[in-house]
């Protein structure tokens, strides 16, 4: 489990991410620039290389949910004690989590103010005056904001940050069966945005009663495994039927002048997924950015001697402004730094292809392209290069997937026994998928004895067996992990 408690002031990456995962993960984040710590503890500075990460998922994910019909919009940081309560699970649930503003200078206020740990409560006495009819529904609203939780005692960047970045959708509508088709398109705009920018494979499936969203009827979620065997919760949508809808009193006129209340669903995914980008993709060099969402995926680096040094450059400056057009690029031609050093730093920081020009180069009319995710080397003619180069992103790209996938696919595994259970939570990690009975009793008695949860429960249910824990007949495959 990440610590954060390695960092060396030397240049490079000292930890090894085999040997010190927590120290490797912790030095990648800040050396390469990615991230800064800041002194309000659990709360991250993002620096321009994961905040440009973050915009450009967003925007993609955010061009699905309008051809979806999907709208945004903006409701205030701070909410009435008074809200917060309406929903009796919901507000039990985030009561150890929520950050209180009690005064405004040396003036107290009659009621306390939370700082939203979402935004329930704060949206839904707008939606009981704004729906009054069928005609009003579906209403479909999505938020992009920051959020502050904070319940934890070792806050670990994106991981498990006290203040993040996500996406808040929640949405209305007038049937339960309509709320309940919503499932399969975000769940699928999810899984197809981690794919197609972070190169990312996930599990969906369906979260027990007693790791489901406070408030929801069912919750369901995107599993992603981490280098340490450690699961950890990516996207998630939860189908909050009526709760919400009858505490707020979310209600409309049907069809035949019958008042209904509303069903309603909420969904997320947050900058945690950067976290799981950095951990799956990194190496002991340091970070690697999958080229979709590197703000830059081609630094030149010119290599010259004072003889040929305007040659080289001149010839450096003229690929950076032509290739300007197909891709993010950038010339390093910073005095005082050698082209190794130049390398060893484009590499930590993670940009995609690294361009060597020289006078080699120069004579034939080309360059050499290097790959950050493998070192491969591949000269290029320039009069192919704006073809080329694109290429070659595709390809580091899908290879990048391709290694995520087979990693995730070798950590599932199953388990008959609960001895096996043990074994190979203790000596492998990753998910180990057994037979449950669906009793909340064995649930928590397995994540008392063993540390591993269920993290959610396969839709497309078979080799169901025996409940792993008790001998019963098993009502459901669960995916048992030890988790973040």
């Known amino acids: 489990m ?10 490079g990456i000292q930890c090894k991410k085999a040997e010190d995962f927590s120290g490797w993960y912790a030095e990648v984040l800040l050396k390469s620039e990615f991230i800064d710590y800041t002194d309000v503890s659990g709360s991250l500075a993002f620096r321009p290389s994961s905040y440009y990460a973050w915009q450009t998922l967003s925007r993609g994910i955010d061009a699905e949910f309008e051809k979806l019909g999907i709208e945004n919009v903006y409701f205030p940081l701070l909410i009435p004690q008074k809200f917060l309560e309406r929903e009796s699970e919901h507000f039990k649930g985030f009561t150890p989590e929520v950050a209180w503003v009690t005064q405004a200078g040396e003036t107290k206020f009659d009621e306390k103010l939370a700082i939203r740990p979402t935004s329930e409560t704060i949206m839904y006495p707008s939606y ?25 005692k070792h806050p670990t960047p994106f991981i498990r940050s006290r203040e993040f970045l996500w996406n808040e959708g929640h949405t209305v509508f007038a049937t339960k069966e309509e709320a309940e088709g919503e499932k399969e398109a975000i769940l699928g705009i999810y899984l197809r945005a981690l794919r197609h920018y972070l190169a990312l494979p996930g599990i969906p499936g369906k979260k027990t009663d007693k790791e489901k969203f406070a408030g929801a009827v069912a919750s369901y979620s995107i599993e992603m495994i981490m280098p340490d065997g450690w699961a950890l919760q990516g996207p998630d949508f939860h189908n909050d039927g ?63 001697r004072e003889t040929n040094k305007e040659r080289v450059l001149g010839y450096a400056k003229k690929l950076a402004e032509d290739l300007d057009q197909c891709l993010r690029v950038k010339l390093d031609d910073r005095e005082g730094y050698s082209p190794g050093y130049k390398f ?33 080397k591949e000269t290029v003619k320039v009069s192919i290069l704006k073809e080329r180069l694109p290429s070659i992103m595709e390809e580091m790209h899908e290879s990048m997937y391709s290694r995520a996938l087979s990693f995730m696919e070798s950590m599932i595994s199953k388990a008959d026994t609960y001895e096996s259970l043990k074994d190979i939570l203790k000596k492998k990690g990753g998910i180990v998928q057994a037979g449950w009975c669906m009793s909340m009793a064995c649930e928590d008695k397995i994540k008392e004895e063993t540390g591993a949860k269920i993290t959610n429960m396969p839709e497309q249910q078979k ?18 992990a030890r988790s973040y």
Request: positive net charge; contains cysteine.
């Open 128 to 152: 009981s005056k704004w729906i009054r009819s069928w005609r009003d529904l579906p209403m479909r609203y999505n938020q992009w904001n920051s959020v502050l939780r904070w319940e934890f």
């Open 2 to 11: 990440i610590k954060g408690d390695c960092i060396s002031d030397e240049n």
């Open 344 to 376: 060893n730093e484009w590499e930590m920081r993670g940009v995609p292809i690294r361009i060597e020009v020289g006078e080699r180069e120069i004579a034939s009319e080309s360059i050499v392209a290097v790959r950050r995710d493998n070192g491969a």
């Open 463 to 480: 080799d169901v067996g025996k409940c792993i824990y008790c001998g019963k007949e098993a009502k459901a495959l669960a995916n048992f």
């Open 242 to 304: 009526q709760n919400f809808s009858k505490a707020f009193e979310i209600k409309f006129l049907d069809r035949e002048g019958k008042q209904e209340y509303a069903w309603q669903n909420t969904f997320a995914i947050s900058t945690r997924v950067l976290g799981v980008m950095v951990a799956t993709h990194g190496d002991d060099k340091g970070l690697v950015i999958p080229p979709r969402v590197s703000r830059i995926q081609a630094i030149i680096v010119p290599i010259f």
